[in-house]
């Protein structure tokens, strides 16, 4: 499996790109259709992951999912994932567990040195902290790939909560 980021928008939300042989799923399509394109080249997608539905990793998701004939968040077929529900930065937030890679896309719930916003509307400080209880009892060896951001592992991260 390989990974690509883009970031893309005015906030750079990352923009992943996951492919086996000529396969992709996409996660979090946040803007700029043209430059997500020319990353697509002539791959098949055949998913589309979103881990939450703010504006700015969701703003070509409709594009994509019109064009492609998808659902967001189906499962796909020749990736083997799991779905977490990691809420604290809005009560939709999903990571994306894939442990054959020992890699996680989380997203705005954690990031490199921090965690995501609760501020905002649908962030809650409490749900964050069981959320974070959940995440770190996952291999510390696990590469993560947040939505903003250069990536981390998951036992740097967890000297900062725990």
């Known amino acids: 499996m390989q990974i690509q980021v883009l970031p893309v928008g005015p906030l750079q939300a990352n923009c992943y790109f996951i492919s086996k042989g000529e396969e992709m799923i996409l996660i979090d399509p946040g803007e700029e ?3 997500i394109e020319h990353v697509i080249g002539d791959k098949k997608i055949v998913g589309i992951l979103v881990t939450h539905y703010h504006f700015d990793h969701v703003g070509a998701l409709d594009y994509f999912l019109n064009k492609y ?3 967001a968040n189906d499962k ?4 083997n994932y799991e779905i977490l529900s990691t809420p604290g930065h809005s009560k939709d937030s999903l990571t994306f567990y894939f442990p054959k890679e020992n890699v996680m896309f989380t997203g705005d719930f954690l990031f490199k040195g921090t965690i ?3 501020d905002l509307e649908g962030g809650d400080e409490g ?9 770190f009892t996952y291999p510390s060896t696990i590469k993560i790939y947040p939505g903003h951001g250069s990536s981390s592992f998951l036992g740097d991260e967890k000297k ?3």
């Open 160 to 162: 900062w909560y725990f």
């Open 76 to 79: 796909i077929k020749n990736f």
């Open 127 to 135: 749900e964050m902290r069981e959320s974070l209880k959940q995440i």
């Open 116 to 118: 995501g916003r609760m």
């Open 69 to 71: 004939g998808l659902k």
């Open 33 to 35: 259709v043209e430059k």
